[in-house]
């Protein structure tokens, strides 16, 4: 899904909200776990799933077309986590589809 779908599914979902509201929404909400994340703060939904910051070490990597050694910085990569919730309903729909 992308972020005009999920916009889209908003405004048709709940009338009263008019497409560009539906849209502002989205934006502010994901604005704001974007800020939280890079003040390295951990997000929860609960019942979704949560936000969190991974540390990965310098290291020497390949350019893979001339396959030269490249030094690669230390940094820090967003994580998800699905919650319990979202995995038992992932899990019950795609075993559902495949039989």
Partial sequence: MTKSQLVSRLAERFPQL???DAELIV????DAMAASLSRG???EIRGFGSF???FRPARIGR???S???????AKYV???KAGKRMRELIDAAVSKNRK
Avoid: Y
């Fill in 18 to 20: 008019l497409a560009k």
């Fill in 27 to 30: 934006k502010i909400m994901l």
């Fill in 41 to 43: 703060e951990r997000i």
């Fill in 63 to 65: 350019n893979p077309k």
């Fill in 78 to 80: 967003p994580h998800f």
């Fill in 52 to 54: 969190d910051l991974n």
């Fill in 67 to 73: 396959g030269e050694k490249v030094q690669v910085p």
